[in-house]
């Protein structure tokens, strides 16, 4: 299975359990569809990044095992870096400690982790990591691609979260069941643009080609 082959099914294989999880959202109580959705979102995403650097990455089999598992090394990191960014725009976290920790792992998986297994296939992943996050200069399509699902679920959570405060009375309006629904859309429409952009944009860009010259 060639790179280019591999890419497109990962994609594929994202954007389709986006979709299912998306359909989740409208089954059941609204607490108990968001933890089930979250949990399916945090396992599926990090089995798929994480399978997938493990066949794209080169070196010997240390290396190769080690940048495997650095996304899912990012997943905690990532989920604590937002419950303190959620406390910085004064999220009641403490009043549903166990939804709040679900939401941020599940918008982990869907920034961090995916930065995270751009960065494993770069020679230097900490570098590359960098230029994703602080100084938002990613390199190449792989790079690009990543920061971008990143922006745009970080942006959709954000809209999610402004109807949480206005007076229409409804289940899903409770934090954070809103920002996670949110972030949903914004997962899928990243994912949704990647794959388009890979599939008929350009098809014929490898998502490698600056890790392997």
């Known amino acids: 299975m060639s790179r280019n082959t591999l890419q497109e099914a990962k994609a594929a294989i994202l954007l389709s359990i986006a979709a299912f999880e998306r359909l989740l959202l409208h089954t059941g109580s609204s607490h108990s569809r968001h933890a089930a959705w ?4 945090i396992g599926c995403t990090l089995l798929v990044h994480v399978g997938a650097t493990w066949l ?3 070196g010997t089999r240390q290396e190769i095992a080690l940048k495997s598992l650095i996304p899912a090394v990012a997943l905690l ?3 604590l870096l937002l419950l303190a960014l959620a406390c910085f725009f004064m999220a009641p976290i403490l009043h549903s400690m166990w939804t709040s920790w679900l939401w941020a792992m599940q918008l982990s998986s869907s920034t961090l982790v995916p930065v995270a297994a751009a960065a494993a296939l770069s020679e230097f992943p900490a570098a590359a990591a960098q230029r994703m996050l602080i100084s938002i200069r990613p390199y190449g399509p792989e790079e690009t691609a990543a920061a971008f699902q990143a922006s745009l679920s970080l942006l959709a959570t954000w809209i999610g979260a402004l109807p949480m405060p206005l007076d229409w009375g409804k289940e899903w309006q409770e934090w954070p069941i809103s920002c996670s629904a949110g972030g949903a859309y914004g997962n899928i429409l990243g994912l949704a643009v990647i ?9 014929s860009r490898n998502p490698c080609k600056h890790n392997s010259s």
Do not use: E
């Not at 794959?195 to 098809?203: D, E, G, N, R, T």
């Open 38 to 41: 979250c949990m399916l979102h």
């Open 56 to 58: 794209r990455v080169q």
């Open 77 to 79: 990191p990532g989920a």
């Open 195 to 203: 794959q388009f952009y890979a599939v008929v944009i350009h098809p």
